[in-house]
């Protein structure tokens, strides 16, 4: 089954940075959604971004989706120690499968 | 509160000893699904049911039954638990599935199996 990979596969950066997360995946998708874990918990859902739209904002995060070049990225802007976590794209396997989760980013925001 | 629970949240087990993880939504959602996650090897997904009587083999279904007899509740069963199953378990479930839902994770159950 697809999977989208996510790069790189850690980042750590200062506080108050930007912190960049990117996604591949390989076949065509129908959206494309961004999940936060922190260390040990439960994902939580952080955006869903459909293969119409280019770009999505929801607070202090940015999501682009490049269908073209099958790739999302994801910008947490004005980075915080709290954010420190991983990070996983998801995406459909094809057009009527389950969510097939990429292997995730690790980032730590070091205060 | 919206949410999933997973029973139990750590366990530790010996081999070939049955044993059923729970889960349970209070959303009335059609879909639920099964994960298990392993360093180096991210999420992947054992078994899932988008509603009451179905359910689909996932990626590595091997070693695990569910049953979903109740849209609330889809268990997780491992008839003869085996050490490679040791592993952080999720249980997640959604409203609309995989096409324009959001996932809703349990807290995870941590698993070992001796």
């Known amino acids: 089954s697809q999977q989208g990979e996510e790069d790189p596969q850690a980042l750590s950066i200062q506080e108050g940075e930007n912190a960049t997360m990117n996604c591949s995946y390989k076949t065509s998708i129908n959206n494309l959604q961004w999940y936060r874990q922190n260390s040990g918990r439960g994902l939580v859902h952080l955006i869903l971004i459909r293969s119409n739209e280019r770009e999505k904002h929801s607070g202090r995060l940015r999501v682009t989706l490049d269908t073209s070049k099958k790739s999302s990225s994801l910008l947490i802007t004005a980075s915080r120690a709290a954010d420190t976590a991983s990070y996983f794209c998801?995406?459909?396997?094809?057009?009527?499968?389950?969510?097939?989760f990429g292997k995730g980013t690790r980032l730590s925001v070091i205060a | 509160e919206a949410q999933v629970t997973q029973n139990p949240r750590y366990l530790i087990t010996v081999t070939g000893k049955k044993l059923t993880v729970t889960c349970s939504q209070n959303?009335?959602?059609?879909?639920m699904s099964w994960y298990r996650q392993d360093p180096g090897l991210g999420l992947r997904q054992i078994y899932y049911s988008m509603n009451v009587e179905v359910t689909d083999k996932g990626d590595v279904p091997e070693g695990y039954k569910v049953s979903r007899k109740e849209k609330r509740n889809f268990p997780l069963i491992l008839e003869s638990p085996s050490p490679n199953q040791t592993s952080l378990y999720f249980c997640?479930?959604?409203?609309?599935?995989?096409?324009?839902?959001?996932?809703?994770f349990g807290e995870g159950s941590r698993l070992t199996v001796l």
């Open positions: 998801a995406t459909p396997d094809s057009g009527n499968t389950p969510l097939v």
């Open positions: 997640a479930s959604s409203f609309q599935g995989q096409f324009g839902g959001e996932l809703f």
């Open positions: 959303m009335n959602h059609e879909y």
